[in-house]
């Protein structure tokens, strides 16, 4: 899975909670590979930012793993609070070794690809397939290619998630295989309608009946 703010991983891990059939979830990150390294290694230290050609995963902390923090505490709100709070001030988060043992270590697998090589992921996939891959999902086909090689995950199937269209990326697509993708077709003119904004004020009760008023709005038509 193409892990920015851990959404779909912490999903997947619900799930399998929950009974799901799934072995283990194998994480892809670019270059700001603050989960890679936590998965891996146990470090979970804050870096800067790099801006990338998968700009979705260019974070330093993903806020969804506070909710996987939450569980491995024991559901400990106050202990996870202050967890949270010492990393924003210090740019480290330390787990506890029974902690990661339980939840990290086989379950989680990760690695981390830069630009370059996210740029012959999707050129390969291109040459083998057919399918133009968008470069965050590109990540996670290069990891599974990578990880799926050793340990338990050869005795399974590997189900890659593809998190964006193509077409959001056009310029990093064809840049790796020539080929510059086109919005699905009922996109296609996309560019052309009209834009509307609306400005609101700071204030909660206004957004609600600004949201309220276009649901009823939608709604009548």
């Known amino acids: ?16 909670e929950m009974g799901a059939p799934i072995r283990g979830f194998i994480l892809a990150s670019n270059t700001n590979d603050i989960m890679t390294r936590f998965v891996n290694d146990g470090d ?5 930012v790099v801006s990338t050609l998968s700009p979705s995963m260019d974070i330093q902390f993903s806020s969804n793993f506070e909710r996987l923090l939450f569980e491995m505490n024991g559901r400990d709100g106050g202990m996870t609070a202050e ?20 939840y990290i270590s086989g379950t989680f697998r990760a690695a981390a690809f830069d630009d370059a090589t996210t740029l012959a992921e999707i050129k390969r996939v291109r040459a083998e397939s057919g399918y133009l891959l968008d470069p965050h999902s590109a990540t996670g086909t290069a990891a599974a290619r990578m990880l799926a090689a050793v340990g338990d995950v050869r005795k399974g199937p ?28 009922h996109l296609s003119d996309l560019f052309e309608l009209e834009e509307r904004t609306q400005t609101v004020a700071n204030d909660l009760a206004a957004v609600q009946t600004l949201v309220e008023q276009l649901s009823d709005r939608d709604r009548s038509r």
């Open 83 to 102: 967890q949270m709070t010492r990393f924003r001030s210090t740019g480290r988060l330390d787990i506890e070794g029974d902690q990661r043992d339980r």
């Open 1 to 16: 899975m193409p892990t920015g703010n851990f959404g779909n991983v912490l999903a997947g891990w619900i799930a399998r």
């Open 44 to 48: 979970m230290s804050a870096r800067d």
């Open 158 to 185: 590997v189900v890659t998630l593809a998190t964006a269209h193509p077409a959001k990326f056009p310029d990093a697509v064809e840049r790796a295989t020539g080929v510059r993708p086109q919005l699905p077709a």
